[in-house]
């Protein structure tokens, strides 16, 4: 099983790189690739560089599309050359409290998103190649492609959490505050 950590945004609501924030004196990237490791054989980074973690950093392709699909496509691309029969997985940089049983659960013979009662969180997924084979072979990366536009196209199945702060991303300085906060 892959894995895939997308942490190329600009972060720029942060302001910074999100990736590299400390959270009681762990990085960000850290904390995810930890929790992360522990549910696939294998975890790559949608990144600049890889944090200094030695994993294989998957670059956004030029002719490919823009935002979270870029780092989507690169990960495919990447492993359809590696002849990757099935699939791999995807969770974003900031969110700390990555369920320990995303994998395990997301897994199967298509795409999965993780939903909560707040919602879909369509960048915790399992993405089957085969899926993904049939959404870019054929893409016109000229138009702007959403990862929701992804996940629909997939017919992607949804995979219901009912503890929604699994999936708490950290996208500004008062979300970090507020989640800080929630800690203790």
């Known amino acids: 099983m892959k894995g895939v950590i ?9 302001g910074e790189d999100k990736a590299r924030l400390q959270v009681n004196g762990v990085r960000l990237i850290d904390r995810v690739y930890d929790a992360f ?3 696939v054989d294998e975890v790559m980074l949608s990144a600049p560089h890889d944090y200094g973690l030695g994993v294989p950093v998957l670059s956004d392709i030029p002719s490919g ?16 050359q590696r ?10 940089v ?24 707040q919602g879909m969180h369509q960048t915790f997924a399992w993405w089957h190649m085969d899926d993904l084979a049939r ?9 702007k492609m959403p990862l929701k536009y992804i996940v629909n196209t997939s017919h992607a199945r949804h995979i219901f959490w009912p503890d929604e702060k699994l999936f708490y991303n950290i996208n500004t300085p008062n979300d970090l505050s ?3 906060h929630k800690l203790g």
């Open 37 to 39: 490791k522990r549910q």
């Open 6 to 14: 997308l942490a190329g945004g600009k972060s720029k609501r942060m």
């Open 178 to 180: 507020e989640y800080l």
């Open 83 to 92: 002849d990757e029969p099935n699939g791999f997985f995807t969770v974003p």
């Open 94 to 117: 900031d969110a700390p409290l990555l369920p320990t049983n995303l994998c395990e659960r997301l897994y199967g013979d298509k795409s999965a998103v993780a939903i909560s009662p």
């Open 65 to 80: 599309p823009k935002g979270p699909v870029a780092g989507l496509y690169a990960a495919w691309k990447f492993l359809k």
């Open 135 to 143: 959404i870019f072979q054929t893409a016109n990366f000229e138009d």
